[in-house]
């Protein structure tokens, strides 16, 4: 079973990533397509924590039979490994988009020194 504190702890933690979260998108230091899998994470993490019954039967399909609260960690693991995916993805996109800028540039500045 779920010790309550653990329970009351992970909701509490939960609740406050989504509301700096929603802050961060308020405040325009966060943009909305990006801060989806930080909600969701913070939203998932928040009902399993909540949800002591839930998180329970959760990690009996799992196996998890010592500790349940260990689920919380490991789904939130996931959600922070996929979260670095998706930022690895829009990086080399961002990378190869400079990339492609700096030719860009530098053929313009060929031109402009070839008229002048």
Known sequence: MTPLSVS???AIASFVLVLVVLELI??????ERYALLWLATGIVLTVLSAWREGL????????????????LFAVGILFI?????HYSTVISR???QNV?????????????????
Do not use: C, F, K
Request: aromatic share 4%.
């Open 81 to 85: 490994l996929a979260v670095l995916l």
């Open 26 to 31: 308020r405040s325009r230091r966060l943009r």
């Open 56 to 71: 329970n039967t959760i990690a009996g399909w799992l196996g998890v039979r010592s500790y349940p609260p260990a689920v």
């Open 94 to 96: 961002l990378s190869d």
């Open 8 to 10: 009351i702890a992970g």
């Open 100 to 116: 492609l800028l700096a030719q860009r540039l530098a053929l313009l500045e060929q031109e402009l020194h070839e008229a002048n």
